[in-house]
């Protein structure tokens, strides 16, 4: 899961780390942050960005940057109701991991 915000991705991790060994996240310094394009190669990639317009104009980029890296397959992801690491803050991980995947 491609994910704005390092805190966020974070917090997504914390969520699932045990659930799912095989689910990774990438966490991109705000919405013009870099990709590490060679991880996403061949893997099946999910792109979430705030619900804001910066926000989902920098997921639609990054979904066609995996794409274009060799992803085998890329999918968005719609904007939650607040950020992952609010969500783990204020609602727990359980609540966060509902919302993953």
């Given amino acids: 899961l491609i994910i704005e915000g390092e805190l966020n991705a974070m917090a997504c991790a914390l969520a699932r780390r045990a659930n799912d060994p095989d689910l990774a996240f990438m ?5 013009g942050g870099q990709l590490w394009l060679e991880a996403l190669k061949g893997k099946d990639v999910y792109c979430y960005g705030d619900g804001d317009e910066a926000g989902q104009r920098a997921r639609d980029k990054w979904a066609v940057a995996a794409y274009d890296a060799g992803a085998r397959s890329v999918a968005l992801v719609d904007p939650w109701e607040m950020d ?16 993953i995947l």
């Fill in 27 to 31: 966490g991109v310094a705000g919405t």
């Fill in 84 to 99: 992952a690491s609010d969500i783990f803050a204020q609602l727990g991980p359980d609540a966060l991991r509902e919302l």
